[in-house]
């Protein structure tokens, strides 16, 4: 086993060795030992809904006991992982909003509400009245209103009607896909797919668009807007990223998993002068915190906390055997994290009842008790400083960034201050100096070299004039390999994306959160359509969407609602679909007469990179901006569009 066929990140490849010596297992190991993967698992044609079953397709056996095909069979697998992918997404929203609402109406809360502008602005979208209103008040109104769209019985989903573009709104209409409640059109999606009720590919695929586009205009939208207003909105800021952010004097704190509601009282706690005294007094020199996955990413983006690693980081950090406590709340924490944190001294913490896992302590975590529970555990992990065995073994490889970019402050950063506003951006778009727009996010899978799909992917785009934006893990990527430095421009751009970066100060790869901030994303889509000049909907737009390692149930949620959208989405491993001859051609082609996008598979990041590329090139094309031009040096004119007064 060589590390470097494991992972591109040199830190990982450390650890990755590092284990191999100790004997301790990973999710590459472990993978080994899966092989051959199931073919019918693979291809998505196994059925496993009722026990006449299960059923497997096979040229002998075209059909299920029931009669199901293929295709009925992969669509409704699909559809029940995009239930499952839409609900950790929204249920995430929902907590979120339920500690909104208690901020808003307790007077005792440790929570409070840190972006009063955005409150009125998310306020109004939804509706209510702001304007000679106190913050309580139209707090009260939001908390109740973004909490009815999880169970309300009638009409459709109030986002629907206030963040896409109203060409878009028209198509889900007219298709009949306009989400009613979040949590409807995920139990909808069981019902649908229960043994015997519906068998058309199409119509059951509807539904999971239906529900995706509930999880990222609706539910994932939710935990953005309302964790902005109660953590405060990100702006940029410089972070330090990859495993040797572990400090070997400090007690270390790694917070991993996805909602920013505990960890984001855990910076403020492991702050307080007391504490770090504690830490002191056993030898330490202070506290460290970093995270891990997607509760990095929101620590990160708010209060520059370093990122310790992305999700196939995860057992490589207790690695280190210099991590006191990882606490952990839900989705993508790998179970192993409970046998091998008993290795070591680490205390692995969980704290939803969501989520207990062997070998970890639990310690709940109520919202209403948000610092008490933070120094309990804060307190553990200095406690934990003294059985530290050794001095560890931290890698040395760092990065650095710049983090924070958001919808709204995008505005500042290409606008300049007195004129907020995406015309610089539609601009430089439809000049070419920028050809268009990516999202590249999502995981990380051990099918696939670590980190190496979405940097080379990355590259590839920026080499080419293509400004990225990214979340997840796939942003974590970027960050540990320097492509969140300004000064990535110069090396790795185009001439007219590197013109553009150096003229704002931005780098090429702009970090705008966590996986439910995907919802950024389509809000900056909506603002580039709502600019103008650049057509009426989000399908018009040079802009193409690709999560090259992914391997979650929320990446085809995610992937779903970008398609439905109007996005060219290409993913690494293919969707488990192909076993399905008329679901894959669906999804894959004529999805997109209805939609304008669609899905496509490619495990190769320059190829997919290029499939990205050539349809940017066509929607240009489309638009009439691929006019042959002279290139021209900078007149003041182009100077002022691009400055930050
Ligand atoms: Ni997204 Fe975040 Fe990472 Fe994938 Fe998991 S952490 S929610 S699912 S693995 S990007
Ligand atoms: Fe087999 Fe049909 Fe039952 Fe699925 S629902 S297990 S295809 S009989």
Known sequence: MDPKERSIDKASQEMIARMAEAGQQNAWDRLDAQAPQCGFGKQGICCRICTMGPCRITKKAPLGVCGATADTIAARNLLRMIAS??????????????????AIESDSCDYTIKDELKLREVAARYGIKVEGRDTK?????????????????????????????????????????????????????????????????????????????????????????????????????????????????????????????????????????ELIKMAEDKG?????????????????????????????????ALMTSVVEVMLVDVQCIMPSLGSLSNCFHTKLITTS??????????????????????????????????????????????????????????????????????????????????????????????????????????????????????TGCSALAAGKAGLMRPDAAAKYCGEGLAEVCEAVGIPPVLHVGSCVDN?????????????????????????????????????????????????????????????APNLTRYLTEEIEKDFGGKWAFERDPIKAAHMMIEHIESKRDALGINKEKERKLYDMADRRALTIE
């Open 284 to 316: 330490a020199t202070g506290i460290n915190l970093s995270g891990i996955c997607c509760t990095s990413n929101e620590i990160l983006m708010r209060h520059g906390i370093p990122v310790a690693g992305n999700f196939l980081q995860q057992e490589l």
């Open 137 to 273: 008040e139209i707090g009260s109104d939001l908390a109740n209103a973004v909490l009815a769209e999880f169970g309300k019985q009638d009409g459709t989903l109030v986002s629907i009607a206030a963040y896409p573009p109203p060409a878009r709104q028209k198509v889900w209409e007219e298709l009949g896909v306009t989400p009613r409640a979040i949590d409807r059109e995920i139990v909808e999606i069981m019902h649908r797919t229960h043994m015997g009720v519906g068998s058309d590919h199409k119509n059951l695929i509807k539904q999971g668009i239906r529900a995706s586009l509930a999880d990222g205009w609706g539910g994932s939208l939710i935990a953005t807007e309302l964790s902005d207003i109660l953590f405060g909105s990100p702006w940029p800021i410089r972070f330090g990223a990859n495993l040797g952010v572990l400090d070997a004097k400090k007690v270390n704190i790694i917070v991993h998993g996805h909602e920013p509601s505990l960890s984001d009282i855990i910076v403020a706690v492991s702050q307080e002068p």
């Open 353 to 470: 009842p969501k989520c207990k896992i062997d070998g970890a302590e639990h310690i709940e975590f109520h919202e209403d008790r948000a610092i008490e529970t933070a120094r309990k555990i804060i307190k553990i992990a200095i406690e934990n400083f003294e059985n530290r065995k050794g001095k560890g073994k931290i890698p040395k490889a760092t990065e650095r960034g710049i983090a924070g970019f958001t919808t709204e402050n995008i505005f500042y950063h290409l606008g300049g201050r007195f004129r907020s506003s995406y015309r610089p951006l539609n601009d430089n778009i439809i000049n070419g100096r920028i050809r268009g727009a990516a999202g590249v996010v999502g995981c990380n899978n051990p099918k696939q070299v670590h980190d190496y799909g979405h940097l080379t992917m990355i590259k590839e785009l920026i080499k080419n004039d293509v400004i990225v934006v990214s």
């Open 519 to 579: 919802s950024r994303i389509l809000t900056i889509l909506s603002n580039i359509v709502a600019e103008g000049g650049l057509g009426e909907d989000i399908s018009e737009l040079p802009a193409a969407g690709a999560a090259p390692e992914w391997m979650s149930e929320k990446a085809v949620s995610i992937g779903m609602y970008f398609v439905a959208s109007g996005v060219y989405t290409v993913i690494g491993e293919p969707l488990p679909i192909l076993g």
């Open 85 to 102: 992918g839409a609900a950790a997404h929204s249920d995430h929203g929902r907590d979120v909003a339920h500690t909104f609402k208690m």
